[in-house]
């Protein structure tokens, strides 16, 4: 009697972004591809604690094709205490790997912020009702 066994894989870990900017109040899905058989333990880190669903993370995970599975990690109303360093980690009993990546803070768009066509018309406007305009910083 033949037994086949399947390729014992330590589980390698790929990330599609390094760098993802995001604004606050807003919410974002940061993911990871993991390959290994078999399949272990697969796990979002922030700042050391393994992420877990709560009503601030969403945590899935996705069979992909052979060995490989994606985990995503939904994070609602994004906060300044959201951006940092997020970490996706995977073992199994022949080993373990770990990639990184960084969430930013994207600078949202206020009213305050005008294109420099916007602002010519209303420094035009202005002038014709003579209004003095002070700009400050």
Known sequence: QIIFHPLLVPPEVWLDNRRMGQSRGKETI?????TAFPQGVTVWRYQGQDLINSAKYRVEVYQDRGHMVILSVRIVNLT??????????????????????????????????LTLINVSYIIFDLLQHDVIVTFLK
Request: charged share 30%.
């Open 80 to 113: 300044q205490e959201d951006f940092g360093q997020y970490s996706c980690f995977a073992s199994n009993g022949f080993g373990m790997d770990e990639e990184t990546m960084t969430l930013y803070g994207k600078r949202s768009k206020k009213v305050t912020d």
């Open 30 to 34: 940061l993911e990871c591809k993991v």
